[in-house]
């Protein structure tokens, strides 16, 4: 029973070192952020798709899916990351971090007046 046992720490071990070499944040949003990100989220019009498409946002980075008119999106503050509402909420109650570039929306969050 002891070697099952010390391979269990062992391999919890490895895993905490996976995940702090990979870089997997503990940091999560609470409902006051998500309320925060409210403001920026913006319902897709033929105007908004075309501008998504000419810069190069043409799929949401999470779901891999099209934007299409009338969904509804969150554009980062500062990154300017776009994800469809429905896919970045819950990614936000696991993980503080943009689905992009790893920025800390929290702290993107804090520096806003």
């Known amino acids: 029973m002891e070697d099952g046992y010390a391979n269990r720490q062992a391999g919890e071990g490895i895993a905490a070192l ?5 870089g997997v944040n503990k940091d999560t949003l609470n409902k ?8 920026h989220m913006k319902k897709i019009d033929d105007f908004s798709l075309g501008e998504l498409l000419r810069v190069g946002h043409e799929d949401c ?17 500062t990154c300017g990351h776009v994800s469809h509402k429905e896919c970045i ?19 993107q969050l804090k520096s806003q007046p």
Not at 32 to 39: C, P, V
């Open 18 to 22: 996976i995940e702090r070499l990979m």
């Open 61 to 77: 980075p999470i779901c891999l899916e099209k934007y299409k008119v009338d969904e509804i999106v969150l554009v980062l503050p």
């Open 32 to 39: 006051k952020d998500l309320e925060n990100l409210e403001k």
């Open 89 to 107: 909420v819950p990614w936000f109650k696991k993980d503080a971090r943009c689905s992009n570039c790893r920025a800390n929306i929290k702290s």
